[in-house]
């Protein structure tokens, strides 16, 4: 199973699902990519997962596939 930067199994991915993922069958990595927000960032930060920023859980990070909620609780910083 490939995990992609977000976190997400590229096999449940929708765009991988509707074989629209600009990535093809490698998924999503870190690197500069016009499509995803979170790829460039994790590309910039010089992470293999957005898990592993300092930052996570960021505004970016509302941008993907998992629940920012999720996100947040993950990460230790959830609110309630």
């Known amino acids: 199973m490939k ?3 977000c976190g997400i ?3 449940k991915c929708p765009m991988m699902a509707k074989k629209e ?3 093809g069958e490698k ?3 870190p690197r500069l990519n016009k499509f995803c927000k979170i ?3 994790a590309f910039e930060k010089k992470v ?3 898990f592993e920023c300092k930052e996570f859980p960021c505004e970016i990070t509302k941008s993907g ?3 920012y909620g ?3 609780y993950i990460s230790g910083k959830n609110k309630g």
């Open 21 to 23: 993922c600009p990535n």
């Open 48 to 50: 293999n997962l957005c």
């Open 9 to 11: 199994a590229c096999e």
């Open 39 to 41: 790829a460039t960032c």
């Open 70 to 72: 999720y996100c947040e």
């Open 3 to 5: 995990i992609a930067v």
């Open 65 to 67: 596939p998992i629940s």
């Open 27 to 29: 998924g999503c990595t």
